[in-house]
T-cell receptor
């Protein structure tokens, strides 16, 4: 079982470029999440989805868009990258939004120059 | 907003016991998770408390007091591989959603 897989693992972008981060899970989970992790800030929720075709804003959604066209995939898009978006991005999934733990991918390290 | 505090760094000796504290101030509290994160890796689930009291899982235990807004993670018989960051995350019910808010993490170093 692969669990939660994120691609790419590393990426360097120039300011103003766009890109999409892909998250795939094979656990048939309903809920999926995108976080960013910055030094001294902890994990912060960007967007989340409670099921196929749904998305919702988290704590820090500005500058990002998401889509959940298939249950197993959750895409995070940066339309016009900014240096402030340099971070490590983690995707997670959970069966529901209840007390079950979230399972995290290995992260995408993104640098914006 | 959510206010979640935990110490930034701790050091402990192999074989010893260490307690990592987490305090929180939030409305809509609906449970508390502890995650372990080794450097450069994904967070992995350790424990979940929703009721007051102690949950024990092998060498790891977690305690919750909802009235005090306080939790701790207890690691016994420390091993070198326990060197990692430990993340406290509060589950908050708000506007129909149940999302996690994370503390900044406690970096634990285990020394011989």
């Amino acid at each position: 079982n692969a669990g939660v897989t994120q691609t790419p693992k590393f990426r360097v972008l120039k300011t103003g470029q766009s890109m999409t981060l892909l998250c795939a899970q094979d656990m048939n989970h309903e809920y999926m999440y995108w976080y960013r992790q910055d030094p001294g800030m902890g994990l912060r929720l960007i967007h989340y989805s409670v099921g196929e075709g749904t998305t919702a804003k988290g704590e820090v959604p500005d500058g990002y868009n998401v889509s959940r066209l298939k249950k197993q995939n959750f895409l995070l898009g940066l339309e016009s990258a900014a240096p402030s978006q340099t971070s490590v991005y983690f995707c997670a999934s959970s069966p529901t939004g209840g007390g079950q733990p979230q399972h995290f991918g290995d992260g995408t390290r993104l640098s914006i120059l | 907003g959510q206010n979640i505090d935990q110490p930034t760094e701790m050091t402990a000796t192999e074989g010893a016991i260490v307690q990592i504290n987490c305090t929180y101030q939030t409305s809509g509290f609906n449970g508390l998770f502890w995650y372990q994160q080794h450097a450069g890796e994904a967070p992995t689930f350790l424990s979940y408390n929703v009721l007051d009291g102690l949950e024990e899982k092998g060498r790891f235990s977690s305690f919750l007091s909802r009235s005090k807004g306080y939790s701790y993670l207890l690691l016994k018989e420390l091993q070198m591989k326990d060197s990692a960051s430990y993340l406290c995350a509060v589950r908050v019910s708000r506007d129909g959603a149940n999302n996690l808010f994370f503390g900044t993490g406690t970096r634990l170093t285990v020394i011989p």
